[in-house]
């Protein structure tokens, strides 16, 4: 389940493949699949659920490239699915994927010829920023996208990292563009943003993808290519921390507001905010299962913690995800849907089906009864057959 291969300009990937192995397949051949950052995340659990990464707003998500598909489903049968055979299992795997209609064997994703990247990072470290200061440069930039929206090739990803001992605290704003300068990216980017007190400015280009990914990617080492690949000889333990225990909550904003801003620098836990729209939102809610083609913002709120207790700190990071729970999901004008590759366990069995798949679940809900009827493939969070 971890090989790959390809068809003309196709590449087939088999679904156990990380992200940086498919990275590195594709492009030796100076070709390009939008994917996710994580070394550790397969192919097939980023694409079953949506899937983000630097490119989605020019190209789409990693599942809009998704043209077919092997799937081994309740009946033991290899279900091939495309736009000619089994068209509507095939748009349930664009977001639905995962484990909800059989085991996934392969997929064929369209490429993208190769690309350049610019960088503009733009740091704030706490200690020479305050709260309001924090709050103002989020202000900054929510108030540039209501004014216009980014051109397709620019991206955002915004981190916030809490202080702990021993570490300041920062907020990083890390832009960037498909192919295109960094001098064309800083003209791109809110100029009060790059002139804020005490804010650190630094500028990179990178000439093809292959030289970018691991800049951005989770990956140890020299910052190479090989650096961010694992083989069958990497020890188990390098791989996965089973000392630490991540803990989050995700949730959606169509825009910045005042309470979300203030719930971001309160900064307890770390937040990764990514934006949407371009390519992103124009594509139909209907057009694949993945449904979240409104919102202009995804958050995810997070900490780790060490052993199976939690004590001290560990309980006000706690509420802190709590409180971010609510505030994306429970608030009056929440925009109450949830990224299934981000699941949340709180969610009700009547909540759930909407937070994830919007207004798709009922024709989910009858590819399941068409593929799976009697629920081979089941999960207390999935798609489940029509209630008789």
């Not at 709180?346 to 919007?358: D, R």
């Amino acid at each position: 389940m971890m090989e790959a291969r390809w068809e003309g300009t196709n590449a087939v990937v088999q679904p156990g493949l990380r992200n940086q192995e498919v990275y590195n397949f594709v492009s030796l051949n100076k070709r390009i699949v939008p994917a996710g950052l994580s070394v550790g995340v397969s192919i097939g659990g980023i694409s079953g659920g949506g899937g983000w990464g630097k490119m989605h707003r020019i190209f789409g998500t990693t599942s809009d490239h998704i043209i077919a598909a092997r799937v081994v489903t309740a009946d033991g049968q290899v279900t091939v699915c495309n736009e000619h055979e089994n068209p509507e299992l095939l748009w349930a795997l664009k977001g639905a994927g995962h484990t909800n209609f059989g085991i996934i064997t392969e997929f064929t994703f369209r490429t993208h010829p190769d690309v350049k990247f610019a960088q503009v990072s733009v740091m704030l470290p706490h200690a020479e920023h305050t709260p309001e200061m924090r709050k103002q440069a989020l202000r900054i930039v929510q108030a540039a996208i209501d004014a216009k929206q980014p051109d397709d090739r620019v991206h955002l990803d915004l981190t916030i990292q809490r202080t702990v001992p021993g570490a300041d605290g920062y907020m990083h704003f890390n832009w960037w563009m498909v192919n295109g300068t960094s001098t064309e990216l800083k003209a791109a980017i809110p100029k009060d943003l790059l002139t804020l007190a005490g804010t650190r400015v630094s500028t990179r280009n990178f000439a093809s993808f292959r030289d970018t990914f691991p800049q951005w990617a989770h990956c140890s080492g020299a910052g190479t290519v090989e650096s961010c690949l694992f083989d069958n000889r990497t020890p188990i333990s390098s791989r996965l921390s089973f000392s630490r225990i991540m803990e989050s909550k995700s949730g959606f904003f169509n825009a910045l507001d005042s309470e979300a801003i203030d719930h971001l620098v309160k900064n307890t836990a770390t937040a990764f905010v990514r934006m949407l729209g371009g390519q992103h939102n124009r594509t139909p809610i209907t057009d694949t299962a993945y449904p979240h083609r409104t919102a202009m913002w995804v958050v995810e709120f997070f900490f780790f913690r060490t052993g199976l207790g939690c004590y001290g700190e560990c309980i006000a990071l706690k509420q802190y995800l709590e409180d971010s729970y609510t505030l994306t999901f429970k608030r009056p004008n929440a925009v109450k849907r949830v990224y299934v590759n981000y699941p949340i366990g709180l969610l009700t069995k009547e909540e759930y089906p909407t937070a994830y798949w919007g207004e798709n679940y009922p024709k989910l809900q009858q590819i399941k009864l068409k593929y799976d009827p009697d629920m081979m493939f089941t999960d207390p969070q999935g798609v489940k057959v029509p209630a008789k």
